[in-house]
């Protein structure tokens, strides 16, 4: 069964710093673009992050220069390291995948909070 599994959210202090992780299973991340998404409480999810099959990767201009997303083939796990977090990050962050056989796949979701 494809499944995507987020961890690592929490509560941290404005200028801080995590790192959210978002393991795959059923399925090989190598050949997909995974995305990460965030959504603000009464809003759509918008996009934070895309991760080529390749190389490349692309930021939202509100999060470039502080937030990196990074892919793991052999783990099979995609990671989105926050830096110099803001209380505006404050969301709900998603991993997603599509092009699969069975469609498109989110994560359950981690929280991020940002506050003093």
């Known amino acids: 069964q494809e499944q995507l599994v987020e961890s690592g959210g929490g509560l941290v202090q404005p200028g801080g710093s995590l790192r959210l992780s978002c393991e795959a299973s059923g399925f090989s991340i190598r050949n997909f673009y995974m995305r990460w998404y965030r959504q603000f409480p009464g809003k759509d999810r918008e996009v934070v992050a895309v991760?080529?099959?390749?190389?490349?990767?692309h930021h939202a201009d509100s999060v470039k220069g502080r937030f990196t997303a990074s892919r793991d083939n052999a783990k099979n796990t995609i990671y989105l390291q926050m830096n110099n977090l803001k209380p505006e990050d404050t969301a709900v962050y998603y991993c997603?995948?599509?092009?699969?056989?069975?469609?498109?796949?989110w994560g359950q979701g981690t929280q991020v909070t940002v506050t003093s």
């Open positions: 997603h995948a599509d092009g699969l056989m069975s469609g498109e796949l």
């Open positions: 991760l080529t099959t390749g190389v490349g990767k």
